[in-house]
């Protein structure tokens, strides 16, 4: 698969919203890659809400962002990582990588949300490796 752009609508239901990506690579050693991500009010497109929405600022983890269950992926896959070769171009060098065979890897923000106010979300991914694996993106 090559690098894809997703972009959906969000209604906010509460005043603090929570983006989660969640990667699970199944049995054949797939790779997510996830990059460009962007969390703006439609009223205000130009004012990113998230922290370090590309990865730029990071180094081995992604700064900003929480992480949990990746020591499931021990046995099989690493559990997510910041990458600096392969990503997207459209605004630096540097995005997240999971690979998690044995379980489930999350990747998390939350930002402050006003209730009833539309919000847009997007991002690009690429996977590697095969189609058995699951990438999910999820708000609330």
Known sequence: MSWTQFSFNYTATNSISTLT???????????????????????ASSIQLLQNP???????????WVT???????????????????CHSG?????YSGRCNTGYD???QSVATTIGNSY??????????GGAGVFYADIN
């Open 120 to 129: 847009i979300i997007s991002f690009w991914l690429m996977k590697t490796g």
């Open 68 to 86: 949990w269950c990746a020591s499931s992926c021990s046995s099989i896959g690493d559990g997510g990582n910041i990458i600096s070769s392969g």
């Open 54 to 64: 590309s990865f730029e600022n990071s180094t081995t983890v992604p700064s900003g």
């Open 91 to 95: 605004s630096g060098n540097t995005c």
């Open 106 to 108: 999350f990747l998390g």
């Open 21 to 43: 990506f969640t990667i699970h690579g199944g049995p054949a050693g797939e790779v997510s890659y996830l990059d460009d991500v962007s969390f703006v009010s439609r009223n």
